[in-house]
């Protein structure tokens, strides 16, 4: 479980909770701070994302399933390297189909890791290029059954990415248009099992 204060573990075999925890002696402790959203990778590593200290990954359990010593990789912003991650504010966190680990950010868009290689691929708002994302702010993620991907903004609306070219489509809000997007606020995205896109947002469902 994320917390505002790091992670709550819950042992079913045992019946055990444990609390991990920021530690100021542990150089690969986790970060502190809340943590708003994780996940576990196709390999078995966990990922977490924080609200103030970037992300971070615990490689997979041993083969008694538990996890030893609680050493994460940290990723953070770094100033002189363009290839960190943009930002230590995160919202949440996808895996997509081939692998890659999607980072939505408070401010700073959408980065992109891919496992194998160096760094992170950024996805930003560019007032020249009116196909880029809408918002700094992302706080969904979500990649459909045809792979297309679409990211639930603060601000922005819905945008969804074709990744071969770059682009994006936004769909937002339109005071003419009854049939438009609700409001701007994204906070959740589902396809259903006929093909069809669900949208919650701050002024309810799409």
């Known amino acids: 479980l994320g917390t505002s204060r790091g992670l709550v573990l819950y042992d079913s075999r045992t019946g055990q909770w444990r609390s991990v ?37 615990l490689p997979g359990p041993d083969a008694a399933g538990s996890y ?7 990723f953070r912003f ?21 692998g890659r680990i999607w980072v939505g950010t408070v401010d700073e868009g959408v980065e992109v890791f891919t496992p194998g290689q160096a760094g992170f691929k950024h996805y930003r708002p560019n007032r ?27 601000a922005g609306g819905l945008n969804r990415l074709d990744y071969g070219t770059g682009e994006f489509r936004h769909y937002q ?8 997007l609700s409001n ?16 919650a947002t701050a002024d309810g469902l799409n």
Do not use: K
């Open 173 to 180: 809000y339109d005071a003419a248009d009854p049939r438009s």
């Open 21 to 57: 925890t920021h530690d100021a002696g542990q150089d690969r402790s986790l970060g502190d701070g809340e943590v708003y959203s994780m996940l576990s990778d196709r390999s078995g590593d966990m990922w977490f994302a924080t609200g103030s200290a970037g992300l971070f990954r």
């Open 78 to 98: 770094d100033s002189a390297d363009t290839t960190s991650l943009s930002a230590n504010r995160l919202f949440s966190l996808l895996e997509d189909r081939t």
């Open 184 to 199: 701007n606020h994204v906070t959740s995205i589902l396809q259903d099992d006929q093909g069809i896109l669900w949208v």
């Open 128 to 154: 020249d290029r009116p196909n880029s994302i809408s918002d700094n702010g992302v706080e969904c993620l979500y990649q459909d059954a045809a792979g297309l991907f679409w990211f639930g903004t603060l």
């Open 68 to 74: 030893a010593g609680f050493e994460f990789e940290h």
